[in-house]
């Protein structure tokens, strides 16, 4: 178990582990990008943009200085969208000692470079350290209420694993180790772009058939990617995978889910994009996710759709026809 954490990124998620963390008695620092912004978060005890009514532990440190943040720490967790990711580790890289092991919580895929998250890391920290990705259904405002909730942890080693796995377990938040961090990260990339596609049907009251098929058809475009990728079978059935997945495309929290029900509403999507102060992960990822699927030659009828809707101007009747008329074939 690790005793001395820092987080860096200040949003909801990061918000959620640092409660975690602290509640186990395991001293916490907490970094953000904009020091002004992290100012607020700590005179207020509470993030208001990212998880207002929830007060932060009283014993959880801020410290907006990047050297300082990194002081003493034995884990340090990254916590910061994913198309932000490489500019912030630059940006903290001279401050990051060689032997610290770090653990992602970023769900997505980097436009440029078509990289996971861990993959971005070690692009800028170098492939000697260890890296590890913490997923599955973690809605965070759940979790901060203190509803159960699961999730799993892959590392490029079996132990960092299980040291994370003990570091974050509690009695309302249950972690289980994987083996396979290529296919726990690229299911927490993709399920974003599916959860825009469970929003749009919300949104135009498509029904619970519709939502249905979604998931289990979206699960499988989750699958033949992360397959050709390299990925495990069975973590797609599993809390990152299957999940995950479930979780995103119900909630009423959801991000990605919003964005898509305001779309299917009928809002362009620069507009529902604006509707909120949050990262709509999936909105960027659909990007990555096309040209992984392009790269690899691996069919994504769904995420073309989704793609097609936002960044193309398609309207949602036309797309779903789309998909309603391929050439029929077996399951």
């Known amino acids: 178990m690790f005793s001395n954490i820092t987080i860096i990124g200040?949003?909801?998620?990061?918000?959620?582990?640092?409660?975690?963390?602290?509640?186990?008695?395991?001293?916490?620092?907490?970094?953000?990008?904009d020091a002004q912004q992290l100012k607020e978060i700590a005179s207020h005890r509470e993030n208001k943009k990212?998880?207002?009514?929830y007060k932060l532990p009283p014993v959880l440190v801020f410290e907006p200085d990047d050297e300082k943040a990194m002081a003493g720490a034995s884990l340090l967790v990254?916590?910061?969208?994913?198309?932000?990711?490489?500019r912030v580790w630059q940006r903290?890289?001279?401050h990051v000692p060689n032997e610290i092991p770090i653990v992602s919580i970023t769900k997505g895929i980097e436009n440029e470079t078509m990289l996971r998250p861990t993959e971005i890391l070690a692009d800028v920290l170098g492939t000697s350290r260890e890296f590890a990705a913490l997923?599955?259904?973690?809605?965070?405002?759940?979790?901060?209420s203190g509803k159960p909730a699961t999730a799993c942890v892959a590392g490029s080693d079996e132990q960092l694993a299980k040291d994370i796995q003990q570091t974050f377990n509690s009695s309302h938040f249950r972690v289980y180790t994987n083996d396979d961090i290529i296919g726990v990260e690229l299911c927490g990339a993709?399920?974003?772009?599916?959860?825009?596609?469970?929003?749009?049907?919300?949104?135009?009251n498509g029904g619970d058939n519709a939502k249905a098929a979604l998931v289990s058809r979206g699960l499988a475009e989750i699958k033949r990617l992360g397959l050709a990728m390299g990925a495990k079978e069975k973590t797609f059935s599993?809390?990152?995978?299957?999940?995950?997945l479930v979780t995103t495309c119900i909630s009423p929290h959801g991000r990605n889910r919003s964005f898509g029900e305001r779309i299917g509403t009928g809002q362009s999507a620069a507009d529902a994009l604006t509707a909120t102060q949050s990262v709509v992960e999936g909105a960027a990822t659909c990007e990555s996710v096309l040209a992984l699927a392009d790269k690899l030659k691996v069919e994504m009828p769904i995420t073309h759709a989704i793609h097609s809707v936002i960044t193309q101007g398609r309207s949602v009747p036309d797309a779903i026809n789309d998909l309603m008329s391929r050439e029929l074939k077996a399951e």
């Not at 200040?10 to 990008?33: E, F, N, Q």
């Not at 990212?50 to 009514?53: C, H, T």
């Open 10 to 33: 200040d949003g909801g998620m990061g918000s959620v582990c640092a409660m975690l963390l602290c509640h186990k008695g395991l001293h916490v620092t907490m970094w953000g990008y």
């Open 50 to 53: 990212f998880l207002p009514g």
């Open 78 to 86: 990254s916590a910061v969208p994913c198309q932000f990711t490489r």
């Open 92 to 94: 903290l890289k001279e």
């Open 135 to 144: 997923s599955g259904p973690t809605i965070a405002d759940e979790i901060a």
């Open 190 to 204: 993709v399920k974003n772009v599916i959860a825009i596609a469970a929003g749009i049907i919300d949104g135009i």
């Open 238 to 244: 599993g809390l990152a995978g299957l999940g995950d």
